[in-house]
């Protein structure tokens, strides 16, 4: 993403106030992470101090500091899903992707996240990716999941 | 201890009165002030770790605990740092309730940082000698009050340093934990620091190691001070100093501030003696300049030339002082430019507005003679008085006391020299070095006009930080601290 996109989207919440996690959270959105250039552009243009965007970028699990892969997949290391097998299933996927847990494929094609509870504990061991649920997984399956998806262009 | 004492804070203000009491103390107060300031203000003595009048208060600490009993019969344990004062309010400070928090409270501090002197001595009051939770770590400093980071944004208006991340990973830091390209070495996060934290001396200028040499007390070490002549006045000194460096190989780069137009600005890395010489210095406003350096190094540049107002060459100073122990080739020679105080090009642009109802595009050019600042602009000169302009200055500058660059090799500024001449003070054999590359004649420097604006500058500054070291000093020598 080029800077005058960025530019294009801070443009919108010039000259209103409070605007930071709503702005954040676009930027994430279009950019798949907050880069140090946006960060430095909305410094600029908006007037808030690099260290108050860094907080709270910093803060919040839904903003990245570091690029995200197109597919971000959250495996569920809460209490229910735990016992049911979770960390097998984690296991399994950082074996496919050759990645840790918190970690970025270097093609940008995957992070991988664990998540304390997603709040269907029923269908544990669950894992999101991209916003869609995946309910009582297999390791096995897990990983034709990502073979599948890495294949995809 | 006064009974029926009357807390008034400000006569000029309407407000309105209410009636509290504290520790069995009747009390009148201004609404809304915290009830910390009101106990304190009758002598009820109150702990606390986080909290001075010239910042706002955060309740972070939670020391402050006291429990109170509003007019309808709620009873509470709250924050007197920042509960206001309301009419028919009860505040006990020293009820068993109270002890029992604020001992649940030590414990907690205490086993965060088990060897800071401050919180030890506080625990030992209530009674505990030893951490009764679990240390995660011993060598642990920062109690997350959030004290510098107020003073840095609300004195200083740089916010430099913040907090980052959250839950056990939260931490003071400046962004990126990198050099802060904002940080002006000012010092006042160390000053208010309760527990006397190395964290936020490590991305940020706090604590330098000061030059060695010839001290004298206004104009600072020194080996050399005299008036140069240059036709181009300080531009044309500055550069011709410079690109005889970067000619002669004594420079491989140079960083400095480039004026855009009148107002902004912008750091850029010359190599090229010829680009060099095609730029103009802006040094009015402050902008960031210490990612441009961090830039520099990292391209592997060795030998750079800075040149930046004091507060920079505070920062490009502690940057070699530690980078040095990495890269032991690396040399930044400072370039210091005398400072009075530097202006926010947002409110300069406002106040000139309003003034001389120009508009930002139409100013040709600005200049600051004889304490007037000059404006040309549509082929006509306006000036007005410098001090008319104090409310366009940068938070942090009345706080300053460097007008002369105490840090940098050469201090070069117009102060102390005829038109057509700069004063150059030199502090470093580094310094000494570079000018000898350069062709230019030398003059007797008037050193009473430096002396004179620089302690101008000292006693401002002295002046606007009294209040704040009053406070500090009186807090760290409370009873039992």
Redesign the interface.
Not at chain 2, 158 to 166: C, E, G, L, P, T
């Given at each position: 993403m080029t800077n005058s996109q960025i530019d294009k989207i801070i443009a919108k919440y010039e000259g209103k106030s409070g605007v930071l996690i709503q702005l954040l959270l676009e930027l994430q959105r279009e950019l798949n992470w907050i880069s140090p250039e946006a960060v430095k552009r909305i410094n600029e243009k908006l007037g808030i101090p690099i260290s108050e965007i860094y907080r709270v970028a910093s803060f919040y699990t839904a903003l990245s500091l570091e690029p995200r892969g197109k597919y971000l997949i959250r495996v569920c290391a809460g209490t229910a899903c735990y016992i049911r097998g979770g960390l097998r299933v984690l296991d399994a996927a950082e074996k496919t992707i050759g990645i840790k847990a918190g970690e970025t494929s270097s093609d940008l094609k995957f992070t991988l996240e664990t998540v304390n509870c997603l709040g269907c504990c029923a269908l544990g061991p669950v894992v999101e990716i991209n916003g869609k649920y995946y309910g009582t997984v297999t390791p096995k399956r897990l990983e034709e999941i990502i073979c599948r998806k890495r294949s995809e262009k | 201890m006064r009974q029926n004492a009357e807390v008034v804070e400000d006569k000029t203000e309407k407000s309105e009165y209410v009636t509290l009491t504290i520790d069995g103390i009747e009390v009148k107060a201004r609404k809304g002030t915290p009830l910390l300031e009101v106990a304190r203000q009758i002598g009820v003595e109150i702990p606390t770790l986080c909290y001075y009048s010239f910042v706002s208060p955060y309740g972070s600490c939670r020391l402050c605990s006291v429990e109170i009993t509003t007019k309808s019969g709620r009873n509470r344990i709250v924050t007197s740092c920042n509960y206001p004062a309301e009419d028919g309010l009860k505040v006990e400070t020293k009820s068993e309730k109270v002890i029992m928090v604020r001992k649940g409270i030590l414990e907690l501090l205490l086993a965060r940082c088990p060897k800071v002197v401050r919180v030890k001595n506080l625990a030992r009051e209530y009674g505990i000698t030893e951490p009764t939770l679990w240390v995660s770590d011993q060598d642990e400093d920062c109690i997350l009050c959030g004290l510098c980071v107020r003073a840095c944004?609300e004195l200083i208006g740089?916010?430099?340093?913040?907090?980052?991340?959250?839950g056990v990973k939260r931490e003071i830091t400046?962004?990126?934990h990198k050099f802060?390209?904002?940080c002006i070495g000012c010092g006042v996060c160390a000053l208010v620091c309760p527990t006397g934290s190395r964290k936020i001396r490590q991305h940020t200028y706090a604590t330098i190691a000061p030059l060695k040499g010839p001290k004298d007390e206004n104009i600072g070490v020194n080996i050399d001070i005299f008036s140069a002549h240059s036709p181009d006045s300080l531009d044309g000194f500055v550069k011709a100093v410079i690109a005889a460096g970067l000619k002669s190989g004594l420079l491989d780069s140079v960083v400095l501030a480039k004026r855009k137009n009148s107002f902004a600005a912008e750091a850029v890395i010359i190599e090229n003696s010829e680009d060099f010489l095609n730029c103009s210095l802006a040094n009015s406003v402050r902008i960031k300049i210490v990612s441009t350096l961090m830039d520099a190094i990292a391209k592997g540049k060795r030998k750079i030339a800075f040149i930046g107002l004091p507060c920079q060459v505070r920062a490009a100073r502690k940057i070699e002082q530690t980078l040095q122990k990495e890269i032991p080739d690396l040399e930044i020679t400072s370039i210091g430019l005398f400072c009075l105080n530097s202006f926010n090009p947002?409110k300069l642009v406002e106040k000139i507005n309003s003034l001389f109802k120009v508009d930002e595009k139409q100013i040709e050019n600005i200049s600051v003679k004889d304490g007037k600042f000059i404006i040309q602009a549509k082929s006509k000169e306006h000036s007005v008085a410098l001090e008319k302009l104090d409310a366009a200055i940068e938070n942090g500058c009345v706080y300053c006391n460097d007008f002369p660059a105490f840090f940098a090799d050469l201090a070069i500024g117009t102060a102390g020299s005829e038109p057509g001449s700069v004063t150059v003070i030199v502090r470093t054999d580094k310094g000494k070095m570079l000018l000898e590359k350069a062709n230019f004649t030398r003059d007797i420097a008037q050193k009473d006009d430096v002396v004179r604006l620089s302690d101008f500058k000292k006693n401002r500054a002295k002046e606007h930080t009294a209040p704040i070291l009053k406070e500090i000093y009186a807090q760290r020598s409370r009873k039992g601290e």
């Open positions: - | 944004k740089v916010s430099a340093i913040n907090f980052a991340m959250r400046a962004p990126y802060s390209d904002d947002k």
